[in-house]
């Protein structure tokens, strides 16, 4: 029986890993394969701001996913103390005796092998198998290999495929500057934007692509021109243009969800609901989409208030609540409805009295459809209103049509 064991700090795990493991797997054709997250990495301490253990067990579990036959073992996580290789070898020597123990490592790794803790119980141990992480250091490698032979008698498989040049340490540089994904598997990345590991903020392209497949195709346009709006609106306002971005990619995701599938993420996300929330589900996806969008996209808590108000708006606005409410108003697909010109013009000349109009206009339409306002939207408009009259700034003139034939 042959055992292929493969330990790193996997802080992420990526694709690096992967390949060096589904290389050796061919190569080898281990019957057993675990990956081995270490606890505390004696060579290299993990930096500050190391997601919790249980982060990088779930993403190496992740990653696993992507080399058929892969396991993760938990014995270093599991053990207090320094992830010294000779303890997990012995480890595994008395779970599977008589076994072939495979040690799988890049060259870095392979190169100081000798001040490791206890090297000549690793080689005895174990035989080695090397995949390079760089070309152009095969000399070293091979003069390394001849060296551990005659010292330690060291069974050295040096495994061939083209290298893949990365580094978790390269991929935490690059993941808050929204990059890096091309090295991950999309679980991993999946994870580390769900909880924002490493300070991580999601790429565009990623981000619609998920936010996307949770709308009716024909919301799509409607997204994509809430986002365009909204970072218009932010470049106008002077607003974080990428929050903006990322508030209206995700505003509408449980837009198309029923009611029994609205008052189910309500129960979930601990969301009170009365008898009007339930009956106007326009108001009940603001807040359902703010909290799937947190659990899905680890959406920061001021994008989160930003898609939560979008709807209703409410007194006190942030800029970006206000650039969200007016952007999903005013998008470029919009058309129909009274007011929407003005609407657009205020929007780029005052933002709180273009707040002022949209609210006044909301609340006009569901007047004269014969419902009752949403509160917060009535409070919201009142709070703009007496906003403009300490500025000494007029409300924008607007007169309600005698029937409303758009719809927002
Ligand atoms: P860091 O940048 O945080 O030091 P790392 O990318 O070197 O991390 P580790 O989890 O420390 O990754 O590495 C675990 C094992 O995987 C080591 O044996 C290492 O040599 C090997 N390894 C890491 N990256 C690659 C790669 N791109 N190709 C082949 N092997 C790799």
Redesign the pocket.
């Known amino acids: 029986m042959r055992i292929l064991l493969?330990?790193?700090?996997?802080?992420p795990?990526?694709l690096?890993?992967i390949?060096?493991v589904q290389t050796a797997a061919a190569a080898l054709k281990p019957d057993k394969i675990y990956l081995i997250p270490a606890s505390f990495?004696p060579h290299?301490p993990l930096?500050a701001g190391t997601p919790a253990q249980l982060h990088r067990l779930a993403m190496t579990r992740l990653a696993a996913e992507d080399a058929p036959g892969c396991e993760v073992s938990t014995v270093e996580l599991d053990r207090q103390g320094p992830s010294y290789t000779s303890d997990t070898l012995r480890e595994m020597k008395r779970q599977y005796p008589g076994a072939e123990l495979v040690f799988?490592?890049?060259?870095?790794?392979f190169l100081s092998l000798e001040t490791w803790h206890e090297p000549e119980v690793i080689l005895s141990d174990a035989s080695l198998a090397v995949?390079?992480?760089e070309t152009g250091r095969e000399e070293e490698i091979r003069a390394q290999t001849a060296h551990l032979r005659e010292k330690y008698g060291a069974r050295v498989y040096l495994l061939e495929g083209q290298?893949?040049?990365?580094?978790?340490?390269?991929i935490?540089a690059l993941l808050p500057r929204r990059r890096g994904r091309e090295w991950l598997s999309d679980g991993v990345y999946g994870h580390i934007i769900r909880y924002r590991l490493y300070g991580a903020r999601p790429e565009f392209d990623w981000l619609r692509e998920k936010a996307y497949a949770y709308l009716k195709p024909k919301r799509v346009a409607h997204v994509q021109g809430t986002e365009a709006e909204a970072r218009k609106l932010a470049a106008r306002w002077g607003e974080d243009e990428a929050d903006a971005a990322e508030a209206a990619i995700v505003h509408d995701i449980t837009k198309k969800l029923t009611l029994p599938e609205q008052l189910h993420l309500c129960d979930k996300y601990d969301i009170m609901t009365d008898e009007r929330d339930i009956a106007n589900d326009k108001l009940l996806h603001a807040r359902t989409g703010a909290a799937f969008a947190a659990e899905l996209f680890g959406i920061p808590e001021h994008i989160y208030q930003a898609v939560r108000w979008h709807t209703t708006g409410r007194p006190g606005m942030t800029r970006l609540e206000k650039i969200i409410y007016l952007a999903d108003y005013i998008e470029p697909n919009r058309s129909g409805f009274s007011g929407l010109e003005e609407l657009r013009k205020a929007a780029y000349e005052d933002l709180d009295a273009a707040m002022e109009l949209g609210l006044r206009m909301s609340l006009d339409d569901i007047r004269s459809r014969g419902e009752e306002p949403f509160e917060d939207t009535v409070k919201a408009q009142a709070w703009f209103l007496e906003r403009l009259k300490e500025r000494g700034v007029r409300p924008v003139p607007w007169a309600a049509p005698e029937q409303e034939t758009g719809e927002r």
Request: charged content about 15%; cysteine-free; proline content about 12%.
């Open positions: 493969y330990g790193g700090s996997f802080n795990p990526h690096g890993h390949r060096s990495p290299k930096p799988l490592m890049g060259t870095d790794m995949f390079a992480r290298p893949v040049t990365v580094s978790s340490t390269q935490r």
